[in-house]
């Protein structure tokens, strides 16, 4: 698999961004962290719009090194913004036209409006556009460059509720459909669960972590002051006579029944919660709660003053509880102890 190999340095007036990291060129890698930490410099200089100190390698091509200095033009990245920077004198059409003839594609803007959903909104201007149309118009217009490297700077944060909803779907097609490896910064951790294949977090200018999307999510949780939980890979595996929808992942089923809107076989994520995690040493009977999973204690953490967080294995799933001090003693919990998860509730995920 080729990489995109990063070894930069960028100095500003009390701040400096230091990256040494090679990055897959596949699938989708979310770029997080609090604010000021540098998302946002790091694609520009990828993108050829900062130069920097070091070297900069996509592949077996020298982007930045020395004196060698690709300009972005001929990197063949396409960056779409928190805000769409649109041609607000040309209409729908106009926008999509423009790109496609700058990268010889014209006969591929019907096919492209298509697949965005834009097919009846050619000729509408800018203006009229709601924020999720126009995000779906600067989405399409940034693939008709043919670009190798797709960047994606918080595309969704301006957007509301409705319109990222559209959204979304949209940027799950490229990261599945498309093979376009794509770099996207954002501070939303459900939003990170559901499109990533792999986590970047950034703090203060330098790399905090790397790696699969199910192992840093709880770490970039922390790192942004949101709630810590397990993301779980699932498919759907069918229906239960009261209708209910059966998840199968590694450690099971889980039942929900909330609609995935998929057919049996379709595969999402599912987000669990640690604090809505409870943890037995015997299996409970007579409970509310749907899902009981038999687990294995993989380690425990303190979480604060009087708790603690418990790391599970379920068949080879991780999933996190949070639990009291006192719970863990109470229940004379350790690694390598076998229990029971319940799980009362999971929040799903598409893709």
């Not at 400096?16 to 930490?37: D, E, F, K, N, V």
């Not at 640690?274 to 037995?280: G, S």
């Not at 007579?286 to 993989?298: H, P, Q």
């Amino acid at each position: 698999m080729s990489t995109l190999d990063l070894d930069i340095r960028l100095a500003r007036a009390g701040f400096t961004l230091a990256i040494r990291r090679s990055l897959p060129l596949a699938g989708l890698t979310a770029i997080i962290g609090p604010s000021g930490a540098g998302k946002t410099t790091l694609l520009r200089a990828i993108a050829g719009f900062e130069r920097v100190e070091g070297r900069i390698r996509f592949g077996d091509e020298i982007w930045a090194e020395g004196r060698r200095f690709v300009p972005p033009h001929r990197r063949r990245v396409a960056m779409v913004f928190q805000r769409p920077s649109l041609f607000t004198h040309l209409d729908v059409a106009g926008n999509l036209a423009y790109a496609a003839r700058r990268a010889g594609e014209t006969a591929a803007l019907p096919a492209m409006a298509a697949r965005f959903g834009l097919t009846a909104l050619l000729s509408r201007p800018v203006a009229a556009l709601s924020g999720g149309e126009a995000q779906r118009v600067a989405l399409a217009r940034a693939l008709l460059t043919r670009p190798r490297l797709l960047l994606l700077d918080e595309p969704l944060t301006a957007l509301d509720r409705q319109s990222r909803d559209e959204v979304l779907p949209h940027l799950e097609m490229l990261r599945d459909a498309a093979g376009l490896p794509t770099l996207y910064v954002s501070h939303v951790p459900a939003e990170v669960a559901r499109l990533a294949t792999h986590v970047m977090t950034l703090a203060g200018g330098a790399i905090a972590g790397f790696g699969p999307v199910a192992d840093l999510l709880p770490e970039a949780s922390e790192l942004l002051g949101t709630e810590r939980g397990s993301v779980i890979a699932a498919r759907v595996a069918g229906a239960t006579a009261d209708g209910l929808t059966e998840l199968a992942f590694a450690g099971g089923t889980i039942l929900t029944a909330e609609p995935t809107g998929l057919p049996p076989g379709g595969e999402l994520r599912l987000f669990v919660r640690a604090r809505d995690v409870v943890l037995a040493r015997t299996r409970p009977e007579r409970l509310s709660a749907l899902n009981i999973l038999a687990a294995e204690v993989r380690s425990l953490s303190p979480s604060g003053a009087h708790s603690a967080e418990a790391v599970l294995d379920c068949g080879g799933a991780v999933l996190r509880a949070e639990l009291t001090q006192r719970s863990v003693a109470a229940l004379a919990l350790a690694p390598g102890v076998r229990c029971h998860a319940v799980v009362k509730s999971v929040a799903l995920l598409r893709g």
